[in-house]
């Protein structure tokens, strides 16, 4: 019952760097997305994938790129890590429902950029 | 522009209190509206409303929504300090393409013994 993972939990890298976020899911859910959380803004959307090598752009995609090449692995890259990337980042996945989307959330990637 | 708007932006209560958190939206094509409760962590799945589903009850918690006045309230009855949390309020526009949840800047409840 793993559901969503991520790793690594907790990182501390230097300007400039690169950064890769991973995210594996256990659902088949074809939706994914990664998500910032900061204070005062809540949580924006970076990312979003519909299925398998289908990838567009959320609110705030700057600076970052992703890739799924496979349905269950939705990884984040940081390419050229600056400060204002410190926060809080989540990766989430759903079914997309005629019901409606629940989206469910990965535990959290806190990266902190120095 | 689609926006979700929470109120209060924090709140302090004792427990034993009840309170009720609120919600309204603008989207363009509402199809349901989530609540989240985010302590630490990641935001956990409390309840989704739709126009066939208005209203929820979990235990303490339960939910209304109130399609007219495009708005959602979530009560906690005899708060514990376990609720101290951010809850999150979300709206999925059907019209959008993406799966995405628009979301709320939450409401911070702290509750106090």
């Known amino acids: 019952d793993a559901g969503i993972t991520q790793s690594p939990r907790y990182k501390i890298t230097e300007t400039g760097r690169q950064v890769t976020l991973m995210c594996h899911q256990t659902?088949?859910?074809?939706?994914m997305f990664w998500y910032r959380q900061d204070l005062g803004h809540g949580l924006r959307l970076i990312y979003y994938?519909?299925?398998?090598?289908?990838?567009d752009k959320g609110e705030v995609p700057d600076g970052y790129v992703v890739s799924r090449s496979k349905t269950e692995n939705f990884p984040l890259t940081l390419e050229s890590a600056t400060r204002s990337q410190t926060s809080v980042y989540f990766c989430?996945?759903?079914?997309?429902?005629?019901?409606?989307?629940?989206?469910?959330f990965g535990e959290g990637s806190w990266l902190t950029v120095v | 522009e689609d926006k979700v708007v929470q109120s209060p932006l924090s709140l302090v209560v004792h427990e034993g209190d009840t309170v009720t958190l609120n919600c309204s939206y603008e989207v363009t094509n509402f199809r349901s509206l989530l609540w989240y409760k985010q302590e630490k962590k990641a935001p956990t799945f409390l309840f989704m409303l739709t126009s066939s589903g208005i209203e929820k009850k979990s235990g303490r918690l339960s939910s209304i929504l109130d399609k007219k006045e495009l708005s959602s309230i979530l009560n906690i009855t005899a708060t514990q300090t376990g609720d101290s949390a951010i809850y999150l309020c979300?709206?999925?526009?059907?019209?959008?393409?993406?799966?995405?949840?628009?979301f709320g800047k939450g409401t911070k409840l702290s509750v106090k013994p």
């Open positions: 659902w088949s859910h074809s939706y």
């Open positions: 979300a709206v999925d526009d059907y019209g959008g393409s993406q799966g995405n949840l628009i």
């Open positions: 994938s519909a299925a398998a090598d289908i990838t």
């Open positions: 989430a996945s759903s079914e997309r429902r005629v019901s409606g989307n629940t989206i469910y």
